[in-house]
C-alpha cells in the first residue's frame, strides 16, 4: 500500500504525521518511510542517520529497470521497528533523484504493491509541476495536510480541487491550532478527514528530539491511531467497503464514509475553546 503524504504551503507537519503515521500503522507489514520532499529531506539530520543508504543511493542503481528489492539495500532504520530511505538534505539532489525514482519503472511501486508493506511516502509541498506528482497519482491515498489559519487556508483554497482531481483518492488533514475543523469544510466544501492536534511532546519523539517513548493514548497519537486503522483497513483480509463513485471526484472523504469509521476527529475543546478565532467566519478568511 501507497500513502502519501503533502502540503499545498507552509510547514503544516508533513514529515511528523509519517513517521507517526508509520508508527501507529498495525506492525504485522513492514513500515517504510521515504522521503520524496522535493525541497530536500529532513529525517536524517533529526535522527543522526548516516548520509548514505538513501535516496541518492537508491536513484543511482535505479536508472535502468531493477528487482525491486533492491530498495531494501538502501533503508535505516528508525526508532519503533521502522525503516527510512532518507533524502538528501539539497532540493536540488532530492529532485534528481526523484525524477527517476518517479518514473514507471521505479522500484519503489513494485515494493509498495507488495501486500505485506506499507510506504509512506513524504512528498513535501505540491507546486504545481513537483517532480514528486506521479507519486500522488499511483497512491492508494493521500494525506493533503493543511494548516487552518486563514493565510493557509487561502493557499488550500487554491490548489484543493486540483490536487484531489490528481490524486486517486485524496483525504484533507487539517493539522493544529486556527479555524475550527467545521467552519473549514462549510467554505471549501469538502469533508475533513481528521483533526491533527497541536501536540508538541508527541511531535518531539517523531522529530528526533525527545526518545521514542510508549505511543500515549491522549492527542497526536490517538487521532493517527484511528487515521491508520482506517486506512489501513484495506490492506487486510477483509473486502473493502464499497466506494461510492464521487470519492473519485471530490477531494476528502465522504463525510459518511468516515463516519462509519470512526476517523472523524474534531478538534480537542481546549483548542475548540480557548483560540480567538472560534467564532470566525469562514467568508472571511477564503473570499
Ligand atoms: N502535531 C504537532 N504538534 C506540535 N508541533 C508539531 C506537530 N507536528 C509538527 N510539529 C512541529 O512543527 C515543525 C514542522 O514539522 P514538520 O517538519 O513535520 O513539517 P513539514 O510540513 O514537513 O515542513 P516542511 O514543508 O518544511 O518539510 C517541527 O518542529 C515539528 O516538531
Ligand atoms: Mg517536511
Sequence with gaps: ??????????????????????AGWPADVRRLIVECDP??????????LAATPGLLSLAAVARQPVDPDIVWNHVQPLPGDLQVIPGPSGGQQARAALSTLTSPTSPLYGIARRP????????????????????????DFLLLISGTYSDELAHLATRVHDIGHAASRACLVLAGRGHPTHAVERELGIPVMARIPHDPNAAARYTGR??????????LDRVVGAV???????????????????????????????????????????VRNGHPHAGASGKEFLS
Excluded: H, W, Y
Design 116 to 139: 505485506a508493506v506499507a510506504m509512506f511516502t513524504d512528498c513535501g509541498r505540491l507546486d504545481p509541476g513537483s517532480p514528486a506528482e506521479p507519486l500522488i497519482r499511483n497512491a
Design 39 to 48: 525541497a530536500g529531506g529532513d529525517l536524517a539530520q533529526r535522527f543522526g
Design 210 to 219: 525527545a526518545a521514542a517513548g510508549r505511543r500515549r493514548a491522549g492527542g
Design 1 to 22: 500500500m501507497l500513502i502519501a503524504l503533502a502540503s499545498v504551503k507552509g510547514s503544516p507537519g508533513v514529515t511528523t504525521l509519517a513517521v507517526a503515521l508509520a
Design 228 to 270: 491508520a486503522l482506517a486506512l489501513s483497513g484495506g490492506t487486510t483480509r477483509e473486502p473493502s467497503p464499497p466506494v461510492p463513485d464521487f470519492v473519485q471526484q471530490v477531494p476528502g472523504i465522504p463525510t459518511q464514509l468516515t463516519a462509519a469509521s470512526g476517523v472523524r476527529v474534531l478538534p480537542p475543546p481546549t
